[in-house]
């Protein structure tokens, strides 16, 4: 599998923050810090890709403001980089039922564009990484770590929600318990400043 460094992801991120600046970076860079510590305990899991993902999941974002089309760009982006393996993760951290009926937001993307989106998740299986990203995104704001609920509320305020919100919710818990399972211990045990971040 053929990923980019530290060093070159950093580059990736500092190059879109200059396009797009905003919030989204420092929620960039928590996410790949809890998929970090998460992974360095997880039996499975290798915790240089899993913070590299997590730092690139939103790196669609660089073109712009937009909303569904941030994962497809991400995707496009990075396999116009020669990343094709990461390049997944631009759109499975956004699609966690595998039906784009599920995304709250604005669809800004194109009727083949759309078509394409839902050919592309219902054909690949989900791994422990892109379900890794799903978690990690909800886990951080871009001020720190917080607690899952603080983070879905803030997204349904700014976003909205869809038929499919408490089944993601639901998803997403039962996914937090498996991981938990895995590494022996609560997730928040990993993540400084969790609770402080949370209730400020």
Same mark, same amino acid.
């Given at each position: 599998?053929?990923? !980019? ?11 879109? +923050? ?7 970076? !420092? ?16 039996? +499975? ?9 997590? $730092? ?9 403001? /937009? $909303? ?6 991400? $995707? ?12 997944? @993760? ?21 009727? &083949? +564009?759309?078509?394409?989106? &839902?050919?592309? @998740? ?39 929600? /869809?038929?499919?919100?408490? =089944? ?5 818990? +039962?996914?937090? =318990?498996?991981? &938990? ?6 997730? $928040?045990?990993?993540?400084?400043? =969790? ?6």
């Amino acid at each position: 599998m053929r990923i !980019p460094d530290r060093d070159t992801a950093t580059k990736f991120l500092m190059e879109a +923050e200059r396009l797009n600046p905003g919030n989204w970076v !420092p929620h960039s860079l928590f996410t790949a810090q809890a998929a970090e510590v998460i992974a360095k305990v997880h039996p +499975e899991l290798d915790s240089e890709l899993a913070y590299v993902m997590g $730092y690139l999941h939103d790196i669609g974002r660089r073109a712009g403001i /937009t $909303y569904m089309r941030h994962s497809l760009d991400g $995707y496009h982006f990075l396999q116009q980089q020669g990343y094709d393996d990461i390049a997944r @993760i631009c759109i499975t951290h956004t699609f966690w039922l595998k039906h784009l009926d599920e995304y709250p937001g604005k669809w800004d993307c194109s009727e &083949e +564009e759309i078509q394409f989106l &839902e050919s592309y @998740i219902t054909s690949i299986e989900y791994n422990e990484y892109d379900w890794l990203i799903q978690l990690c995104d909800c886990l951080a704001l871009p001020t720190g770590f917080c607690l899952l609920e603080k983070r879905l509320v803030d997204v349904a305020l700014r976003y909205g929600t /869809t038929k499919y919100t408490a =089944v993601k919710w639901n998803l997403l818990f +039962e996914n937090k =318990v498996k991981f &938990e399972q895995k590494i022996g211990r609560s997730i $928040y045990d990993l993540l400084p400043g =969790v609770r402080e971040n949370t209730f400020s």
